[in-house]
Each structure stands twice: as structure tokens, then as C-alpha cells.
């Protein structure tokens, strides 16, 4: 398999970094996690945006343009034959001497992208996945795709000890995000979830996910929700890249929703596949 390394496609077993790169020391950089299906990348333009973004948010900038980058991408899958799965990309600020400060002079950053075969997780979208709560106790920027994830690194390895799929974080009474998702909730047909503020990554699936809302009349609404209010929802579901619209079940040992999944989780699926296919 081959990866892309600093602007050339290599293969992946060459693709090596010094222990002084500042991703490795400090997770000193940014990352996106992209899909692919039937061999296409889906939503490519808004995870670029996003990496974008990122990137600017803590003064790296990248070295290549969004068009560049979708090149590289598109020949990356080929040379993979990717059929179904996922582009991990990264870039970090580069390597320099350890020091907390950004480095002054030359320092390029490094650019890594790489893909993995990952089909849809079909069996999860039928039956839906069971979750934990946990108090949300990372930054307050997580608005920004960071390599830093040790807060949600921590709050999925609770959820996986659990033998749950994902656990759902929030700050006090407000609930936030998943480790490695966004959450949302259905009450009397109305669909709740946390406006994309520093406090949440915004999804790119969520957008995907609130556009179907409101092209199709379903009632929806970005704002904080609270504990209670997730415990008293008729649905609850939650989304990412590699999960889509995944129902949710079980929350700390309490049933959801009859333990089936909920309406409008289901016609979000079923909008979700459309915009797939
Ligand atoms: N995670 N919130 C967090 C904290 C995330 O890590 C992710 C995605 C999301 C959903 O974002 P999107 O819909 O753009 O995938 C929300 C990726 C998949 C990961 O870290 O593997």
C-alpha cells in the first residue's frame, strides 16, 4: 500500500517521521478522516474546508492548495484500489528541537495521508449501539480537529471497558459530543443537537445530517441540551464519517427508546443513503 508523504505518494512502510516531529512530542497538528465509497470521496470539499481551518487555528499553514491536495487524494486511491473505507490525513508543524514555543526558522510541516479498507458498518445501522455517559474533560477548543485526543481517547476506552460502542460526553448538566461523534436527540418530532460551537467538533456528517432535515421538512433545532433531556428523548442517535446515522439504544444500562430504533432516526438513514449512492 502506499501513503502520501510531504507532496509524493511513497510506499507506506517508507513513510517515517523524526522523534522531534512536534505531532509525535506535543500532537502538534490537525487531522481529517475522510470517506470513500465505490471508490469516490464523500464530502471532500467540507473535510478540506475543515482541514483548512483547523490548520489557521493554530498557525499551520499548509503547503498545498485544497486543488492539490484533491489530487494527490484521488491518485492516492487509485494507486490503494480502494473500494470502501476511509483517508486518514494529518499534518503537524514539523521537526525542530523540543521546545513548547512554535519554531523559528525553516520548519516545514509534515503531511501524511493514508488509506484503510472499512466497510459500512451495516449490521450497528440495524440494530443500533449501546453507550456510556462520561464528563466531558477535554479543551476548550474542540472546534478544532487537533491531534490531542486524550480526553476522547479516555472517555472510549471507559465506553469500550464498558462493552459500549461510544460514550457520550458532557460538561455539567450540558451534553456535548461523543468521543469520536456528534449527538443528537429527538423529542415530540423535533431533532436536538449541540450548536457547532469551541465546545463540539462540527461534524461534517452533521451538516449532511441537518441539511436532510431541513430539505424534508423535519423539524430541527442547533442548541445545548441537558442530561435530563437526553434521558427523557424518544430517539436518540449519533453520527461521524466512518458511523453515519447510528442509533443509539442503551445509555448507561437504560434502554432508548424501547430498545428500537426511533422514526426519524430511520428516515435519516434513509436520506443519508440517498445522498451516499
Ligand atoms: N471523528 N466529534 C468528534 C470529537 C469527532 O472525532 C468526530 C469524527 C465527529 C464527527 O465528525 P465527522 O462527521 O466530520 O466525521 C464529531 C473521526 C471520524 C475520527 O476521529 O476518527
Same mark, same amino acid.
Request: net charge negative.
Given at each position: 500500500?502506499?501513503?502520501? *508523504?510531504?507532496?509524493?505518494? +511513497?510506499?507506506?512502510?517508507?513513510?517515517?517521521?523524526?522523534?522531534?516531529?512536534?505531532?509525535?512530542?506535543?500532537?502538534?497538528?490537525?487531522?481529517?478522516?475522510?470517506?470513500?465509497?465505490?471508490?469516490?470521496?464523500?464530502?471532500?470539499?467540507?473535510?478540506?474546508?475543515?482541514?483548512?481551518?483547523?490548520?489557521?487555528?493554530?498557525?499551520?499553514?499548509?503547503?498545498?492548495?485544497?486543488?492539490?491536495?484533491?489530487?494527490?487524494?484521488?491518485?492516492?486511491?487509485?494507486?490503494?484500489?480502494?473500494?470502501?473505507?476511509?483517508?486518514?490525513?494529518?499534518?503537524?508543524?514539523?521537526?525542530?528541537?523540543?521546545?513548547?514555543?512554535?519554531?523559528?526558522?525553516?520548519?516545514?510541516?509534515?503531511?501524511?495521508?493514508?488509506?484503510?479498507?472499512?466497510?459500512?458498518?451495516?449490521?450497528?445501522?440495524?440494530?443500533?449501539?449501546?453507550?456510556?455517559?462520561?464528563?466531558? +474533560?477535554?479543551?476548550?477548543?474542540?472546534?478544532?480537529?487537533?491531534?490531542?485526543?486524550?480526553?476522547?481517547?479516555?472517555?472510549?476506552?471507559?465506553?469500550?471497558?464498558?462493552?459500549?460502542?461510544?460514550?457520550?460526553?458532557?460538561?455539567?448538566?450540558?451534553?456535548?459530543?461523543?468521543?469520536?461523534?456528534?449527538?443528537?436527540?429527538?423529542?415530540?418530532?423535533?431533532?436536538?443537537?449541540?450548536?457547532?460551537?469551541? *465546545?463540539?467538533?462540527?461534524? +461534517?456528517?452533521?451538516?449532511?445530517?441537518?441539511?436532510?432535515?431541513?430539505?424534508?421538512?423535519?423539524?430541527?433545532?442547533?442548541?445545548?441540551?441537558?442530561?435530563?433531556?437526553?434521558?427523557?428523548?424518544?430517539?436518540?442517535?449519533?453520527?461521524?464519517?466512518?458511523?453515519?446515522?447510528?442509533?443509539?439504544?442503551?445509555?448507561?444500562?437504560?434502554?432508548?427508546?424501547?430498545?428500537?430504533?426511533?422514526?426519524?432516526?430511520?428516515?435519516?438513514?434513509?436520506?443519508?443513503?440517498?445522498?451516499?449512492?
Amino acid at each position: 500500500k502506499f501513503a502520501i *508523504f510531504n507532496g509524493e505518494i +511513497i510506499e507506506r512502510s517508507e513513510a517515517k517521521v523524526d522523534v522531534e516531529d512536534r505531532g509525535y512530542q506535543f500532537g502538534d497538528g490537525v487531522y481529517e478522516v475522510i470517506r470513500v465509497y465505490n471508490g469516490k470521496m464523500f464530502t471532500l470539499k467540507e473535510h478540506l474546508d475543515r482541514f483548512v481551518r483547523s490548520s489557521d487555528s493554530i498557525g499551520i499553514t499548509l503547503p498545498y492548495t485544497s486543488e492539490h491536495l484533491t489530487e494527490m487524494l484521488g491518485e492516492l486511491i487509485i494507486k490503494n484500489k480502494l473500494h470502501v473505507g476511509i483517508i486518514y490525513m494529518q499534518i503537524t508543524r514539523g521537526i525542530a528541537p523540543r521546545n513548547h514555543a512554535f519554531p523559528t526558522g525553516n520548519v516545514v510541516p509534515n503531511l501524511v495521508a493514508y488509506t484503510k479498507e472499512l466497510t459500512r458498518p451495516l449490521e450497528s445501522l440495524k440494530t443500533g449501539v449501546k453507550t456510556i455517559l462520561t464528563e466531558d +474533560i477535554r479543551w476548550l477548543r474542540c472546534d478544532i480537529k487537533s491531534l490531542n485526543l486524550l480526553g476522547n481517547i479516555l472517555a472510549k476506552q471507559k465506553a469500550s471497558e464498558a462493552g459500549c460502542f461510544e460514550a457520550i460526553q458532557h460538561r455539567g448538566n450540558e451534553v456535548t459530543e461523543g468521543s469520536s461523534s456528534n449527538i443528537y436527540i429527538v423529542k415530540n418530532g423535533v431533532l436536538i443537537t449541540h450548536e457547532s460551537n469551541h *465546545f463540539i467538533l462540527k461534524g +461534517i456528517s452533521k451538516d449532511v445530517i441537518l441539511q436532510a432535515c431541513s430539505q424534508n421538512g423535519i423539524p430541527h433545532e442547533e442548541r445545548t441540551f441537558s442530561l435530563e433531556e437526553l434521558e427523557q428523548a424518544d430517539e436518540v442517535f449519533l453520527s461521524s464519517t466512518t458511523t453515519e446515522v447510528m442509533p443509539i439504544v442503551e445509555m448507561d444500562g437504560n434502554q432508548v427508546s424501547g430498545g428500537a430504533i426511533g422514526p426519524i432516526t430511520k428516515k435519516l438513514q434513509e436520506l443519508f443513503n440517498q445522498e451516499i449512492e
